[in-house]
């Protein structure tokens, strides 16, 4: 009985939106649950960094809230400090001019400002070309928003392929996306490759939907380029942002996203809707990470490099049964699995036979039949070592 005192039957059937039947379940609290039941676990899987923010993050969070005008709604699309503090960091690290070809919005997250993006963009039924293998959530999205996600296979080094993007525009695109650096694969794309999907955008009239979550993770010789700084690129590039990578601030709930002048209305519409605002806790920590700038995050980089290096080195070696393609880029390999296993089976055998956790390829729609993405992002060199010795005693155990 209910407080009504009806009966559940009473109300008939009832069922979610076929649309969201549709999508596909989050992964990563699937492998929560594997770890969970499994003590000891080394974790491979969640894409966050080992550290935190900058101090100076909590001091402006400790005098957070001494006027009463902290505590109410603020302009919709951040207040005018941060926006400012993120115009001058666009100009300054990404040669992006914001206005006034561009507008600024201050989201909770690069998620949000991708389903910012997606919903401005399409209308149900329009096609939203994902290269792949790709973040899940961008693929969540565009179900969600009752619009169809166009997969494109990237190439064997998971670098973008131009002309298989170029041939899968229709009349209903609306939007290619790409991220570099790359989740799930950690590929950079090279300049010229994002410069000929910004031209390929601008020629067949669609967005070009880029994210720059890892912006700070291209190691040398990789260099990141931000399609948005493309002179009169404005008008097609949406470019999205994240502070939870670079500043260790994941739960702070802050990214931020540079949309074309001719979207500002849509997009306003939307994130009022949303989140009538961003909330002001987090945009002054956003304001005093950004303060200190891109020194934090350049600072722990060669240690997620050496890293990198040293795992490389490791699954490499002949007798591992798995491909690794080298890439420059984030804190993730996935890595192709000589096995009769599929990828979920892999990863939660991995899990409860070798306490080691990955992410199964196939969240991200990887064509290769068994794969894991592996991130070393989250923990300290030693319990990366350590986890690798295991995933390469799990996958000698389960190799063809
Ligand atoms: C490519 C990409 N974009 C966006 C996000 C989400 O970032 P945020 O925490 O800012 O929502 C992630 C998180 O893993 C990501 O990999």
């Given at each position: 009985?209910?407080?009504?005192?009806?009966?559940?039957?009473?109300?008939?059937?009832?069922?979610?939106?076929?649309?969201?039947?549709?999508?596909?379940?989050?992964?990563?609290?699937?492998?929560?649950?594997?770890?969970?039941?499994?003590?000891?676990?080394?974790?491979?899987?969640?894409?966050?960094?080992?550290?935190?923010?900058?101090?100076?993050?909590?001091?402006?969070?400790?005098?957070?809230?001494?006027?009463?005008?902290?505590?109410?709604?603020?302009?919709?699309?951040?207040?005018?400090?941060?926006?400012?503090?993120?115009?001058?960091?666009?100009?300054?690290?990404?040669?992006?001019?914001?206005?006034?070809?561009?507008?600024?919005?201050?989201?909770?997250?690069?998620?949000?400002?991708?389903?910012?993006?997606?919903?401005?963009?399409?209308?149900?039924?329009?096609?939203?070309?994902?290269?792949?293998?790709?973040?899940?959530?961008?693929?969540?999205?565009?179900?969600?928003?009752?619009?169809?996600?166009?997969?494109?296979p990237t190439t064997r080094e998971y670098q973008?392929?131009?002309?298989?993007?170029?041939?899968?525009?229709?009349?209903?695109?609306?939007?290619?996306?790409?991220?570099?650096?790359?989740?799930?694969?950690?590929?950079?794309?090279?300049?010229?490759?994002?410069?000929?999907?910004?031209?390929?955008?601008?020629?067949?009239?669609?967005?070009?939907?880029?994210?720059?979550?890892?912006?700070?993770?291209?190691?040398?010789?990789?260099?990141?380029?931000?399609?948005?700084?493309?002179?009169?690129?404005?008008?097609?590039?949406?470019?999205?942002?994240?502070?939870?990578?670079?500043?260790?601030?994941?739960?702070?709930?802050?990214?931020?996203?540079?949309?074309?002048?001719?979207?500002?209305?849509?997009?306003?519409?939307?994130?009022?809707?949303?989140?009538?605002?961003?909330?002001?806790?987090?945009?002054?920590?956003?304001?005093?990470?950004?303060?200190?700038?891109?020194?934090?995050?350049?600072?722990?980089?060669?240690?997620?490099?050496?890293?990198?290096?040293?795992?490389?080195?490791?699954?490499?070696?002949?007798?591992?049964?798995?491909e690794?393609p080298?890439?420059?880029?984030?804190?993730?390999?996935?890595?192709r699995?000589?096995?009769?296993?599929?990828?979920?089976?892999?990863?939660?055998?991995?899990?409860?036979?070798?306490?080691?956790?990955?992410?199964?390829?196939?969240?991200?729609?990887?064509?290769?039949?068994?794969?894991?993405?592996?991130?070393?992002?989250?923990?300290?060199?030693?319990?990366?070592?350590?986890?690798?010795?295991?995933?390469?005693?799990?996958?000698?155990?389960?190799?063809?």
């Amino acid at each position: 009985m209910t407080d009504h005192g009806l009966r559940a039957a009473d109300y008939g059937t009832v069922s979610q939106s076929a649309r969201l039947a549709a999508v596909q379940a989050p992964v990563i609290p699937i492998v929560g649950r594997w770890i969970a039941e499994t003590p000891g676990t080394i974790s491979l899987g969640q894409g966050i960094v080992s550290y935190g923010p900058p101090p100076q993050v909590m001091q402006a969070v400790a005098t957070f809230g001494s006027t009463l005008a902290e505590h109410r709604y603020g302009p919709v699309e951040g207040s005018a400090e941060l926006v400012g503090l993120i115009e001058e960091k666009l100009a300054r690290e990404n040669g992006i001019t914001v206005r006034p070809a561009s507008r600024l919005f201050v989201t909770a997250g690069g998620n949000q400002a991708f389903v910012n993006a997606v919903l401005a963009v399409t209308d149900p039924g329009d096609e939203v070309i994902l290269p792949t293998p790709f973040y899940f959530n961008h693929e969540m999205a565009v179900v969600i928003a009752g619009a169809v996600p166009v997969g494109v296979p990237t190439t064997r080094e998971y670098q973008l392929d131009v002309e298989a993007t170029a041939a899968a525009i229709t009349p209903r695109t609306r939007a290619i996306v790409t991220v570099s650096p790359n989740n799930p694969t950690g590929a950079v794309y090279p300049e010229q490759a994002l410069r000929r999907v910004n031209q390929l955008c601008r020629d067949r009239g669609v967005f070009h939907i880029h994210d720059e979550a890892y912006e700070y993770f291209a190691y040398a010789p990789a260099r990141h380029f931000s399609p948005g700084s493309i002179a009169d690129a404005a008008a097609h590039t949406l470019s999205l942002y994240s502070l939870s990578k670079g500043y260790g601030m994941a739960s702070w709930r802050v990214g931020y996203m540079v949309v074309p002048a001719g979207l500002w209305e849509a997009v306003n519409k939307i994130q009022d809707t949303l989140l009538i605002c961003p909330p002001a806790a987090s945009q002054a920590a956003a304001g005093a990470a950004l303060r200190v700038g891109r020194a934090y995050p350049d600072g722990h980089t060669a240690q997620l490099d050496r890293m990198r290096h040293d795992i490389y080195e490791t699954l490499s070696a002949s007798d591992v049964p798995c491909e690794v393609p080298a890439v420059a880029g984030a804190f993730y390999y996935l890595i192709r699995v000589d096995s009769q296993l599929d990828s979920m089976t892999l990863a939660e055998r991995l899990i409860r036979e070798h306490k080691v956790a990955t992410i199964p390829g196939s969240a991200f729609a990887d064509s290769a039949p068994c794969s894991v993405r592996i991130s070393y992002g989250a923990l300290e060199p030693t319990a990366v070592e350590e986890g690798i010795g295991r995933l390469v005693r799990g996958l000698r155990a389960v190799g063809v």
